[in-house]
């Protein structure tokens, strides 16, 4: 059987974005996702391939073309421990990619802060956790093979087919599906994790220090309050000192699952409370320290859904972009139930990097889902694309390409190349079409 055919719908995991494609193939290997995506183009039809649906974006929509999930597109191909990598195919997930690696001693540098996503799904997009010196998902990709319009296989790497290789590493899906991704390992590593709650004008004031002096740093401001939730991340000799079961399920899960769903679903249908939510909320975390496996640490459980709005800013204009970003909600009359997160990545030369070629800050902002959106998105946009920023590939903005290419030195180059390698835009949709031009 060389694909599996199927008429099932599609919804992302926020459930803000669905579609009902003409079409749901699982091709195995490249070789049959070429026959796939050669007999759409044929057709005059186009290809999308999607992942696990974390994106809060229409960036996988086929329209009414086809959709291809990376279902049976999951083997681990090689484990090369001389050259410090992984070969995996498209459709692995990074919770099993982690396992996998763990069991055989070895590990990622660096990851966002779930684990649920396809790699490529996750590198296209720009996945990125926080890092001092490490940066994203794409950054750490060594070599890829991706399927082109035309159905061929192409190796791609810093010395075959380079400038493919420099686009694909994170291309939103507009250049081709990949295939296969060989990942950059390393030997496994434990991280010690202490978090702590500090008042915000504190955080800010050391905000430069805490980035520097360790290799991994975010933090978490609650609206309507003063007060932050601070996360360092560093490495350790050990022993292992993970958190006692019964404590991390109820923390981890309990508190910042069961409990936050329910403290949001009260909010969404009472706003007026959301202060006093934010206020109690602040204070349910205490400071804790713990060591574990470095995946276990980066990543932890997310089952209360939201849509996300997240931008890139110059690192140097962090702190004035949060202080704005709180006088513009005590200003307002949002209720905001979500905390803002704030995360770091070095410069890189990704060609659509939201750090490409800058030190950057990322400020996420969050809505319970179902909450209605009151202007809080926007205004937040507003002051953003003031400070330069670079939207997410993945979550929720309105940036079209023009502003895009004045904030991406490389953006012609990518555009390009797409013209290039896709002049037909059999992978085309309405938000490629909208953040790359036509």
């Given at each position: 059987m060389p694909h599996r055919p199927t008429t099932d719908g599609w919804r992302n995991w926020a459930g803000n974005q669905s579609a009902r494609p003409g079409q749901v193939l699982s091709p195995a290997g490249a070789a049959e996702l070429g026959e796939v995506i050669r007999a759409a183009a044929e057709a005059g039809r186009?290809?999308?391939?999607?992942?696990?649906?974390?994106?809060?974006?229409?960036?996988?929509?086929?329209?009414?073309?086809?959709?291809?999930?990376?279902?049976r597109l999951t083997a681990v191909r090689e484990i090369d421990r001389g050259a410090g990598t992984v070969t995996v195919e498209s459709g692995l997930p990074l919770h099993r990619l982690n396992r996998l690696l763990a069991a055989a001693g070895l590990?990622?540098?660096?990851?966002?802060?779930?684990?649920?996503?396809t790699v490529a799904g996750a590198t296209s997009t720009g996945t990125h956790g926080t890092g001092r010196?490490?940066?994203?998902?794409?950054?750490?990709?060594?070599?890829?093979?991706?399927?082109?319009?035309?159905?061929?296989?192409?190796?791609?790497?810093?010395?075959?087919?380079p400038e493919l290789f420099q686009g694909a590493r994170l291309g939103l899906g507009a250049?081709?599906?990949i295939s296969a991704l060989t990942l950059a390992v390393e030997p496994a590593f434990l991280l010690t994790a202490h978090e702590q709650p500090m008042a915000f004008d504190d955080v800010l004031a050391a905000f430069d220090d805490l980035v520097a002096v360790n290799e991994h740093f975010e933090f978490y401001w609650f609206p309507h309050t003063d007060r932050c939730s601070t996360k360092r991340n560093n490495r350790s000799q050990g022993p292992a000192a993970p958190l006692p079961r019964f404590k991390e399920w109820l923390e981890d899960e309990f508190l910042s699952n069961t409990v936050w769903e329910g403290a949001c679903?009260?909010?969404?249908?009472?706003?007026?409370?959301?202060?006093?939510?934010?206020?109690v909320a602040s204070r349910a975390w205490s400071e804790r320290s713990y060591t574990d496996l470095a995946h276990k640490v980066f990543?932890?459980?997310?089952?209360?859904?939201?849509?996300?709005?997240?931008?890139a800013v110059p690192r140097g204009a962090a702190t004035t972009v949060?202080?704005?970003?709180?006088?513009l909600v005590e200003r307002s009359?949002?209720?905001?139930?979500?905390?803002?997160?704030?995360?770091?990545?070095?410069?890189?030369?990704?060609?659509?990097?939201?750090?490409?070629?800058?030190?950057?800050?990322?400020?996420?902002?969050h809505l319970y889902r179902g909450t209605a959106e009151q202007g809080y998105f926007t205004e937040v946009e507003k002051l953003m694309t003031a400070h330069q920023g670079r939207p997410h590939w993945g979550k929720l903005h309105t940036r079209d390409a023009e502003y895009l290419a004045s904030v991406y030195p490389r953006f012609g180059d990518f555009t390009a190349l797409r013209d290039e390698v896709d002049p037909q835009r059999v992978f085309g949709n309405d938000y490629l079409r909208r953040v790359l031009g036509a």
């Open positions: 186009t290809v999308k391939a999607v992942g696990s649906g974390h994106s809060f974006t229409a960036i996988a929509s086929a329209g009414d073309g086809v959709l291809i999930r990376p279902d590990a990622l540098t660096n990851m966002g802060d779930i684990e649920v996503q010196d490490s940066g994203s998902l794409a950054a750490q990709i060594r070599a890829l093979e991706i399927v082109l319009a035309d159905g061929t296989v192409r190796q791609c790497s810093p010395d075959e087919n250049l081709g599906v679903r009260i909010g969404r249908r009472f706003p007026a409370v959301v202060p006093t939510i934010a206020q990543t932890s459980p997310r089952t209360v859904r939201f849509v996300e709005m997240e931008y949060l202080r704005e970003l709180k006088a009359n949002w209720r905001i139930s979500f905390p803002v997160e704030v995360r770091v990545a070095p410069a890189d030369d990704l060609w659509l990097s939201t750090a490409s070629g800058r030190d950057t800050a990322y400020i996420a902002v």
